[in-house]
Nanobody
Framework: QVQLQESGPGLVKPSQTLSLTCTVSGGSITTNYYYWSWIRQPPGKGLEWMGAIAYSGSIYYSPSLKSRTSISRDTSKNQFTLQLSSVTPEDTAVYYC??????????????WGQGTQVTVSS
């Protein structure tokens, strides 16, 4: 059973960079045809797909966040990471990592992390 676990600071100051790591167990992030995504849910709002890294290493970003988002991976640690720069209070959300074989922007994932709350505040 594939398991995903998000980790990172729960509080980030405005204008700083938010950094989160997703650690994967029970499966490899290089498994053919799987995509590894970051999704967030601001309070009172729906899920928003942020971006993904494919099994091949190809990276995809949401157009609305592309200028501030960077996704990378460390295959030796079976982890992938999210960096979101120049954060504002509007970036406050629960952040999830997730995975599946479908196109990542469709958000039809097989596996989800439990989510981690990130608050942007001074």
């Amino acid at each position: 059973q594939v398991q995903l676990q998000e980790s990172g600071p729960g509080l980030v100051k405005p204008s700083q960079t938010l950094s989160l790591t997703c650690t994967v167990s029970g499966g490899s992030i290089t498994t053919n045809y799987y995509y590894w995504s970051w999704i967030r849910q601001p309070p009172g709002k729906g899920l928003e797909w942020m971006g993904a890294i494919a099994y091949s290493g190809s990276i995809y970003y949401s157009p609305s966040l592309k200028s501030r988002t960077s996704i990378s991976r460390d295959t030796s640690k079976n982890q992938f990471t999210l960096q979101l720069s120049s954060v504002t209070p509007e970036d406050t959300a629960v952040y999830y990592c997730a995975s599946g074989e479908s196109s990542p922007w469709d958000m039809e994932y097989e596996y989800w992390g439990q989510g981690t709350q990130v608050t942007v505040s001074s």
